[in-house]
């Protein structure tokens, strides 16, 4: 059922029962007016026709007949057009209206009220066409008193009676009843008009709804990339609407990106696994074979197959964790990002490069506290672990003979030329953690230096790349691409340099920016395409890399 319909019915049916009740409480305020009118026409005959009353009394006490019959005739003059009756102890004298000797009246009526006439047919004094269903009664005591003779008689002492007066209530019953008849057609006709009225008025105001319910009918989110547009109705509730409207539908909008997107990833990374685990599983396969085929096979041919199938498995491994940390960076929510202490970050990820061998040469050498990012702890141990790693395995100076996580020696204590004396800064990885007032806003600056050969600056456009290795790399090619990802989740930057103390080897930059004092709900925000699966990293940004 339409909305004009429904509001249409309901002011149909709610008019006519306001007019009734409107109507029951006129009849109510009527009817008062006209006895309230009658009582006071009923208390002025009393107080007109109350002496002519008291005379006839007396002279009834008196036995004088003539007298009497002129005393009734000017009772009856005096009263008009209203009933009396006169009781009085030697009997009762009645004239005009009144009701039937049936009807039963009150003991005394000083107030007038209304009795209902128990007679048939016309009463007494009204003509024989109206009938008389009540009446308006008062009553009034007389009082007769006369002079006392002779010493023991008694002052004052006379006969009492009592006047009634009658009026029919016949004049009010037809003024209500010609009101009530009004009050019912002014009801029957005003549900029909004030219906059609309603539904009139219902049907333009819900114009802008139907107009917005068109518009919105033919949008097909799956095949159309059209959008609803709504021009302001001044209408709150409509307005409003569409509103809810365009912000459900921006939601859809988002929810079938990031589906979308997240369908991609999958594929890609299926594509990038199945055509990355092609190799070392071939190699692994070919080395599995060769063992199958000469099982007696032994010395250092047997240890150099060995070997290579460790060096394919760990490969491998290597590989399966970047590609399930990049999908990760790629399906990561808001939500998850939270106030981080870098520099607690960057201490623990210090810490569990020493614990898993204990010889790297990797130190932190100065950790800001205080500096609080908005972000993801697991992404920026990624981060940090991933730049760590590539610093210890591929930017040690000559000389070291150090594997990260293989433990197969100690780092000789470097000298200066002569063997006389340690070197001011001992080769390893630094890293260090410090506040920046830079013109956007203060950062908080990540540095890895590393004391390798460098990264020439005509190469550092393509590090980003997936699966970029070195010719002697044995490394799966996407740890600088997850951390090109995660600086991007973190709104930060990332930047090669050389280092600024002049001497060899590469310093990585990090630039994180600082949360603000007060947090707004879901952060800064991430960005909107994330599909480092999918795609390169933007060659603007450059990182150390080689053989990863």
Do not use: C
Request: no cysteine; hydrophobic share 40%.
């Amino acid at each position: 059922m339409k909305l004009s319909t429904r509001i249409a019915l309901a002011v149909g049916l709610t008019v006519p029962l306001l007019v009734l009740a409107s109507g029951w409480l006129l009849l109510a305020l009527v009817s008062r007016d006209i006895h309230a009118e009658q009582d006071a026409h009923l208390r002025e005959r009393a107080a007109v026709v109350k002496e002519d009353a008291r005379r006839l009394l007396r002279v009834t006490e008196k036995d004088r007949p003539r007298a009497e019959q002129l005393r009734e005739r000017r009772l009856y003059a005096a009263a008009l057009d209203v009933g009396i009756r006169v009781v009085g102890p030697n009997g009762t004298f009645s004239g005009g209206p009144q009701p039937d000797a049936r009807t039963r009246l009150p003991k005394s009526a000083p107030r007038p009220v209304t009795v209902r006439e128990r007679g048939e047919g016309t009463p007494a004094g009204m003509p024989r066409a109206r009938r008389v269903d009540s009446w308006r009664v008062l009553s009034v005591p007389v009082t007769v008193r006369r002079a006392g003779s002779g010493a023991g008689a008694k002052a004052g002492s006379g006969a009492e009676g009592t006047l009634w007066l009658f009026s029919p209530d016949t004049t009010g019953r037809a003024q209500l009843a010609f009101v009530r008849r009004r009050v019912a057609v002014v009801a029957i006709v005003a549900a029909p008009v004030s219906a059609l009225l309603a539904w009139a008025a219902a049907s333009r105001a819900s114009r802008p709804l139907r107009r917005l319910q068109q518009r919105t009918s033919g949008l097909d989110p799956r095949s159309d990339t059209s959008r609803l547009e709504h021009t302001p109705t001044r209408i709150t509730e409509v307005d409003d609407l569409a509103e809810t409207l365009r912000t459900v539908l921006a939601r859809y909008d988002e929810q079938a990106a990031r589906t979308a997107q997240a369908l991609a990833t999958a594929r890609s990374f299926s594509s990038s696994a199945a055509h990355e685990l092609r190799t070392p599983l071939m190699s692994m396969r070919t080395n599995l074979d060769i063992l199958s085929a000469h099982p007696r096979l032994a010395g250092e041919d047997r240890e150099e197959v060995l070997e290579d199938l460790h060096r394919e498995h760990s490969r491998l491994l290597g590989l399966l964790v970047m590609l399930r940390e990049l999908g990760q960076g790629d399906l990561v929510e808001a939500d998850a990002f939270r106030p981080l202490d870098l520099a607690e970050v960057a201490e623990a990820a210090v810490a569990d490069a020493r614990r898993r061998d204990r010889t790297a040469p990797v130190r932190l050498t100065a950790a800001e506290p205080g500096l609080t990012v908005h972000g993801w702890e697991p992404g920026l141990r990624s981060l940090l672990d991933n730049l760590i790693g590539n610093a210890l395995v591929h930017g040690l100076g000559h000389g070291l003979d150090h594997g990260l996580g293989h433990g197969r020696g100690a780092v000789p204590p470097a000298r200066l030329p002569g063997g006389t004396g340690m070197l001011e800064h001992p080769p390893g990885v630094e890293v260090a953690v410090r506040p920046y007032a830079s013109p956007s806003g203060p950062v908080a600056v990540l540095t890895v230096d590393d004391d390798g050969p460098g990264i020439p600056e005509e190469q550092r456009a393509a590090v980003f790349q997936r699966f970029r290795r070195g010719p002697d790399s044995s490394g799966s090619g996407l740890g600088l691409t997850l951390v090109a990802q995660q600086a991007a989740l973190h709104r930060a930057t990332v930047e090669i340099r050389e280092r600024p103390d002049g001497r060899q080897g590469t310093r990585v930059e990090v630039r994180v920016p600082l949360a603000p004092h007060e947090q707004t709900p879901g952060g800064p925000g991430l960005p909107e395409r994330r599909d480092w699966l999918i795609t390169t990293a933007s060659g603007s940004q450059g990182i150390h890399k080689e053989g990863l």
